[in-house]
């Protein structure tokens, strides 16, 4: 089975203190989900029409696990924590294998 990822490229961070806040809530959440994250606020070198801000991946068993935890109540609340704070691009993709 394909493994699925979130993929979180922020554009812009409005409000640095409802990006913590969803931090609080989004990490247990993503874990209680069977998340993985891999990549969080390291280091990005963007091409093309990339911005080099904030970038996370996070690996999930499955899609379907992934398209289950961005729905679950926990990430929910997350996402309303982080409100307008933010702005970026957010895809859930599925792995090749």
């Known amino acids: 089975m394909a493994k699925g990822y979130w993929v979180s490229a922020y554009r812009t961070i409005a409000d640095p203190e409802k990006l913590a806040a969803y931090n609080k809530l989004a990490g247990p959440a993503v874990e209680a989900a069977g998340g993985r994250l891999l990549a969080r606020g390291g280091r ?3 091409h093309d029409a990339g911005i080099a801000e904030r970038t ?3 690996e999930f068993d ?3 696990q ?3 935890a961005h729905a679950s109540a926990a990430y929910q609340e997350a996402l309303a924590a982080l ?3 933010v ?3 957010f895809r ?3 792995g090749l294998d």
């Open 66 to 68: 992934a398209v289950a």
């Open 44 to 46: 990005v070198l963007a």
């Open 83 to 85: 409100a307008d704070g």
């Open 87 to 89: 702005e970026r691009d």
């Open 62 to 64: 499955s899609f379907e």
């Open 56 to 58: 996370v991946l996070i």
């Open 92 to 94: 859930i993709i599925e």
